[in-house]
């Protein structure tokens, strides 16, 4: 493999309830396969592999009825919902045993498949991970563009290294899947790590869509915990900042000795209460938020001591198809009829 002229290209796509716009996130996908395939920019054999991430949905039966007319079409199916950032790796794992490159990219068409092309090129110009930003974010609600610059901030503040507008929409060589493929862990944050890896790489700019259909997967709840999730697997910051607040405090409170001491040889002390509950509340505050950000990350080295397996496959659309899985469709169509029907 490695053949950089004219690669063998995965487009790995992680769903979850998306049955509304996955099958024109499949057309749209495979149209762009075929043009790279006449203009002999990728190999014959490339494909895209669709995870469904545990869908309560036709995910699913859709994946494995489109695999079964277009051998192009490849699905893999996780036993439970991992979420995004699992489901991705698991693609991305999985497609690696068959692809030079991959493409990872949403399924709700947020993110412009037009731009294939110039990942492609950018790769052959000899880049292992290239990078999808965005060239701007006009469809998304003020509300989205002020958090999410906020969370970028933060994050480079906190020195963690993550680019500026690019979510999980990339390139990345076998080469970088095999070197991404060594990091064990549970607390994952794709972005993060992918620039540690240290590979060559490039960036690719596009326009960012709203979504074509469904509803956004990521609600302000699971945004906030993938940011902290995001700082605190990878950033130390947090326990330096409670060291320096605890040094700041030391500080402080030798010098209120030394007063209190001054003030009682002059015999100028009054029966301090006040002061005293004062202090003692702002200390045990102050203590518990400390204690609170240490725990956070024993609770992490405890996660990752067990290495958990983060995710396993049900089964595959993939040479294959398991016959059960095509024909639920039509039947997960009539069980939808007979619902409205009882109503
Ligand atoms: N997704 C997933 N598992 C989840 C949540 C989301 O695989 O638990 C997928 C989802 O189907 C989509 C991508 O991750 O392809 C990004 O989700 P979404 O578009 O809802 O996030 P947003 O773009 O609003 O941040
Ligand atoms: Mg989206």
Redesign the pocket.
């Known amino acids: 493999m490695s053949d950089r002229a004219c690669p063998v290209l995965a487009v790995v796509?992680?769903?979850?309830?998306?049955e509304d716009v996955l099958p024109e996130t499949i057309r749209r996908i495979r149209q762009q396969l075929d043009r790279l395939m006449q203009a002999k920019k990728i190999d014959e054999n490339s494909f895209m592999l669709l995870?469904d991430?545990?869908s309560g949905d036709n995910t699913w039966p859709i994946i494995a009825a489109y695999h079964e007319r277009d051998a192009a079409v490849r699905g893999i199916k996780l036993t439970r919902?991992?979420?995004?950032q699992h489901?991705?790796l698991s693609g991305l794992m999985y497609a690696k045993q068959a692809a030079d490159c991959v493409i990872s990219i949403?399924?709700?068409l947020?993110d412009d498949v037009e731009a294939f092309g110039e990942f492609i090129d950018r790769f052959q110009e000899g880049c292992d991970i290239v990078y999808g930003v965005r060239a701007d974010r006009k469809e998304d609600t003020w509300f989205k563009k002020g958090t999410a610059l906020a969370f970028y901030r933060l994050m480079r503040k906190m020195g963690t290294p993550v680019i500026y507008n690019h979510?999980?929409y990339r390139l990345m060589s076998a080469r970088a899947l095999e070197q991404l493929a060594s990091y064990r862990e549970s607390n994952l944050f794709l972005r993060g790590l992918i620039p540690q890896l240290g590979l060559r790489s490039s960036v690719v700019y596009y326009h960012r869509y709203a979504?074509f259909a469904?509803?956004?997967?990521?609600p302000l709840r699971k945004?906030l915990s993938f940011a902290w999730n995001g700082i605190t697997s990878l950033s130390v910051a947090p326990i330096r900042l409670v060291l320096s607040l605890g040094l700041a405090l030391f500080g402080f409170s030798i010098a209120a000795s030394a007063y209190a001491l001054v003030s009682h040889g002059r015999g100028a002390a009054v029966p301090g209460w006040t002061s005293i509950m004062l202090t003692c509340s702002l200390l045990g505050g102050i203590q518990l938020i400390s204690l609170g950000v240490v725990g956070e990350y024993v609770g992490k080295v405890y996660k990752e001591t067990k290495r958990r397996p983060p995710y396993f496959i049900e089964t595959t659309a993939d040479e294959q198809t398991p016959r059960a899985a095509v024909r639920a469709y039509p039947a997960l169509e009539d069980d939808r009829r007979s619902a409205e029907l009882l109503q």
């Open positions: 796509v992680p769903c979850y309830n998306e995870v991430d545990g919902n991992v979420g995004h489901a991705l949403d399924a709700d947020q979510a999980d979504r469904g509803e956004s997967k990521y945004m």
